[in-house]
Every structure is written in C-alpha cells, then in structure tokens.
C-alpha cells in the first residue's frame, strides 16, 4: 500500500465501511425496548454519518494531493496541515460521541439484565477518556503535561473500533436469531 501511495483508497473503503455500518444503530434500537438506548442511537447515528464524511474528505485530499501535485507545488506542510485538520482534533471527538454510545448502550444492557454486553459497553466506555486526552491535547495552545503523555495510536484506535463494532454486530445477530 505504502508503496504505491494508496492511501486514498484506504480511506474510501473504510468510509465504505462505516457507511455499512450505519444501519447498526437503528438495528440495535428495534431489537432493544428501552429510552436510553434511543439517546445511545442519537451518539451512534452521529459518530458513524460524521466518520463516513470524515474519511471521504480524508480520501479526496489525499487523491487530490497525489494526482495534481505532481510538481510539488504545494508543499508538505500545507498538505500536513490539512490531513490534521481532518483528523486529530475531529476524530477524537467522534471518539467521544462513540464511547457516549457505548455509556448508554451499557447503561441499556444494565437496565434489560444482560450484564456481559453491559460490562463489554462499559468497558468501551472507558476510551471517554483516551479520546478526551487526545482532543484536548490537540486543541490546547499550552501543552499540559499530563495530556502530551496519551498519544493518537491508530493500532489502538482501530482495534478497539473492530472489537466494539464486532460486539454489536454478534450480539445483533445473536438477538435476531434467538427469537
């Protein structure tokens, strides 16, 4: 991939790949008979339409950089300046509105007594506060020290976003099955 510079199409699958996942929401929403879980909708139907959009702009600078600049005209910094705009400070808040989900996705299991989902939701709720650090961080003139200690990992970042969305997507089929 790195080779052939093909993070464009990186980037268009996996805005692809939210975008399929935009259904799971409303899905967990008709399964589940509760007021929370339509809160916990609201956060997911925003963090999975906000991270298509995310990645489809991500995906047209990068192209855009890589096929019309072919004589360097822009420069480096520029191109670097605008990917994190697109990505540090926006996606760590899409961070927030995913473990905001997964709050009162736990809170939802909880209440209905299925305390492995609720203790898998609550679990994930905790990367609040990874993201949180992140968006501060990036957002803040004056580093805090404690802050400029928690770095955007996107190992860690894209396992723990396979992983939740692997739960939701099982426990989806587990309940459309079991009735």
């Known amino acids: ?3 052939r510079n093909e993070y464009a199409f990186l980037h268009l699958l996996m805005a692809i790949m939210y975008a399929m996942w935009l259904p799971l929401p409303l899905a967990l ?3 589940i008979d509760s007021d929370t879980v339509i809160i916990g909708t609201i956060f997911g139907l925003a963090y999975l339409f906000m991270m298509v959009i995310s990645m489809v702009l991500q995906t047209g600078h990068i192209a ?3 096929k019309y600049d072919l004589d360097h005209s822009i420069p480096e910094k520029h191109a670097e300046y605008m990917m ?15 473990s905001m989900w997964a709050i009162f996705l736990g809170i939802t299991f909880w209440q209905s007594g299925e305390m492995l989902m609720a203790g898998l939701m609550l679990l994930f709720s905790l990367f609040i506060f990874y993201y949180l650090f992140i968006a501060l961080d990036m957002s803040l003139m004056k580093r805090v020290k404690l802050l400029s200690k928690v770095k955007a990992n ?3 970042v894209n396992i723990e976003t396979l992983a939740f969305f ?3 997507m099982c426990y989806v089929t587990y309940r459309s099955f079991s009735f």
């Open 84 to 98: 994190a705009t697109l990505t540090n400070p926006f996606e760590s808040l899409l961070g927030v509105f995913k």
């Open 166 to 168: 692997i739960t939701l």
């Open 64 to 66: 855009f950089i890589q």
């Open 1 to 3: 991939m790195s080779e």
């Open 154 to 156: 996107i190992f860690i």
């Open 29 to 31: 929403l008709r399964l």
